[in-house]
């Protein structure tokens, strides 16, 4: 089984998914960036912000290494991976806000219905799910007006190592236009990533400026702020 075939096992992918109104306050959107722009969201996992924002006249585009199962699968592990969260969280209940979610019962009532929203929107729009690797694209330079990436970079970065980080940049920038949003800036233990000045240099160098911004949402403690990345 060739590298690429083996991270596409279903098992090794987490699927689980936010809704639109979380995308919006974790990447600080408008309506106007949301109805106007044309936007890649990737990864997207099993999220309804293509779901929604296209329902409201939107154009965005969602690509995962997730895509490469069917709809069907990916509903039958996304229960399972939602159980999975949910024990997880009950375990360590303190490393997270519950204001926007009131409970573990809310939060999993809210991760079941944008699971079905996905899955119910792939289905009738396979060509707003697009399949990829990471840190590759299957997109022309400058696709995209807009790329948000939520819950990966940063994220994963106790396995994910720095050169990973760059190259994925590197690639969601060849395909954007004007700007890229990065949310949060802390690994799953609330820690800020470490090569963070460098990763900023690196961008520079490459021409494009970069600011860290505060935003309206904070479930996971600290996991409260997003790089944009963005043509000076
Ligand atoms: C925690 S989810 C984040 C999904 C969404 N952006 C969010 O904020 O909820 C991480 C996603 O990364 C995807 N993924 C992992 N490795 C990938 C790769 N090399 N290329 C593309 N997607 C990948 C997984 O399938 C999963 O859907």
Same mark, same amino acid.
Not at 107 to 114: A, D, I, P, S, T
């Given at each position: 089984?060739s590298?690429?075939?083996?991270?596409?096992?279903l098992?090794k992918?987490?699927?689980?998914?936010?809704?639109?109104?979380?995308?919006v306050r974790?990447?600080?959107?408008?309506?106007?960036?949301?109805?106007?722009?044309?936007?890649?969201?990737?990864?997207?996992?099993?999220?309804?912000?293509?779901?929604?924002?296209?329902?409201?006249g939107?154009?965005?585009?969602a690509?995962?290494?997730?895509?490469?199962?069917?709809?069907?699968?990916?509903?039958k592990?996304?229960?399972d991976?939602?159980?999975l969260a949910?024990?997880?969280i009950?375990?360590?209940?303190e490393?997270y806000?519950?204001?926007? #979610?009131r $409970?573990l /019962?809310?939060?999993?009532?809210?991760?079941?219905?944008? %699971?079905?929203?996905f !899955? *119910?929107?792939?289905?009738?729009?396979?060509?707003?799910?697009?399949?990829?690797?990471l840190?590759?694209?299957? #997109?022309? $330079?400058? /696709?995209?007006?807009?790329?948000?990436?939520a819950?990966? %970079?940063?994220?994963? !970065? *106790?396995?994910?190592?720095h050169d990973?980080?760059?190259?994925?940049?590197?690639?969601l920038?060849?395909?954007t236009?004007?700007?890229?949003?990065?949310?949060?800036?802390v690994d799953?233990t609330?820690?800020?990533?470490?090569?963070?000045?460098?990763?900023?240099?690196?961008?520079?160098?490459?021409?494009?400026?970069?600011?860290?911004?505060?935003?309206?949402?904070?479930f996971?403690?600290?996991?409260?702020?997003m790089?944009?990345?963005?043509q000076?």
């Amino acid at each position: 089984m060739s590298e690429v075939r083996q991270g596409l096992e279903l098992p090794k992918v987490i699927v689980i998914g936010r809704t639109f109104d979380e995308y919006v306050r974790m990447l600080d959107l408008t309506m106007e960036d949301v109805t106007r722009l044309k936007i890649l969201d990737v990864p997207a996992g099993a999220c309804s912000f293509a779901a929604e924002a296209n329902a409201m006249g939107g154009s965005v585009t969602a690509a995962d290494i997730a895509y490469y199962h069917s709809s069907d699968d990916l509903l039958k592990k996304g229960k399972d991976d939602i159980g999975l969260a949910i024990t997880g969280i009950s375990k360590v209940m303190e490393h997270y806000k519950w204001d926007y #979610f009131r $409970d573990l /019962e809310a939060l999993e009532r809210h991760r079941l219905q944008v %699971l079905e929203k996905f !899955a *119910d929107h792939r289905k009738a729009s396979l060509e707003s799910y697009v399949p990829c690797v990471l840190p590759e694209l299957p #997109f022309a $330079d400058g /696709e995209f007006d807009m790329t948000v990436s939520a819950h990966f %970079l940063f994220t994963y !970065a *106790d396995r994910l190592d720095h050169d990973f980080h760059l190259n994925t940049i590197r690639e969601l920038l060849r395909v954007t236009k004007k700007e890229v949003r990065i949310f949060p800036l802390v690994d799953q233990t609330g820690h800020k990533y470490g090569k963070m000045e460098s990763l900023k240099e690196f961008i520079q160098g490459l021409g494009w400026s970069t600011e860290e911004r505060d935003v309206p949402y904070e479930f996971q403690r600290n996991a409260n702020s997003m790089l944009r990345i963005f043509q000076p």
